[in-house]
């Protein structure tokens, strides 16, 4: 079946350090999203990637999807405490109706040092 | 505003009880998961439905069951409860592109 892979597992960072998860997939997703668990929490949506090496930003936050549509990242410039918490990749398979299955990555935890 | 609601944030059951997770959503959605987190493994997902009365296995379904007989309500069932089955239950809908996640079930199987 698909796997989704991503590391790494945990990464602490100094505030003001970057931060990069990586994602790869075994096979070629039509999409992949990526959510952010805050510790306690459940998990949110942050960002739907489509296209074959799109590039996303939000604020301070960085996402690719390569070209091959089987990779990805998130890249955090300058994290700061409120970025704490884990950060899944799910990767979408096929399209349309019936295809809304994600597999998720295991997800990579972030812990910050003010 | 979205939601998803389950209803129990804590449940703790003993082995081979019949435990029942209910997961609501009020957006109308027809497209309805149950996912488990367990340290270190991530989110799996279990059964998902994509209408009522519709139900597919998702990665790991043994020892559970689903029903989803009105489309806002979607249920988890454990016939026998096992102490593997001590886990975060997440229950979610989708609207859109994204997954609206309920605020999760800690179950504790002793």
């Known amino acids: 079946g698909q796997q989704v892979m991503q590391i790494p597992q945990y990464q602490h960072v100094q505030e003001g350090e970057d931060f990069t998860t990586y994602c790869n997939s075994s096979?070629?997703?039509?999409?992949i999203q990526w959510y952010k668990q805050r510790p306690g929490g459940h998990p949110v949506f942050l960002i739907q990637l489509v296209k074959s090496g799109e590039v996303k930003k939000q604020k301070r936050l960085t996402f690719q999807f390569g070209e091959a549509k089987k990779n990805s990242s998130l890249h955090i410039t300058a994290t700061q405490t409120t970025d704490v918490g884990t950060y899944f990749c799910?990767?979408?398979?096929?399209f349309g109706a019936g295809s809304y299955q994600l597999t998720f990555g295991k997800g990579t935890k972030l812990s910050v040092i003010p | 505003d979205v939601k998803v609601t389950q209803s129990s944030r804590y449940l703790v059951k003993r082995t081979g009880e019949k435990v029942f997770l209910e997961c609501v959503q009020d957006m109308d959605h027809e497209n309805m998961f149950w996912y488990r987190q367990d340290p270190g493994l991530g989110l799996r997902l279990i059964y998902f439905s994509y209408d009522v009365k519709m139900k597919e296995k998702g990665d790991i379904p043994e020892g559970y069951s689903v029903s989803r007989e009105k489309k806002e309500r979607f249920s988890l069932i454990l016939e026998s409860a096992s102490t593997n089955q001590t886990s975060m239950y997440l229950c979610?809908?989708?609207?859109?592109?994204?997954?609206?996640f309920g605020p999760g079930t800690r179950l504790t199987v002793t």
């Open positions: 799910a990767g979408r398979k096929g």
């Open positions: 979610a809908s989708i609207g859109g592109a994204e997954q609206y």
């Open positions: 096979t070629t997703l039509s999409n």
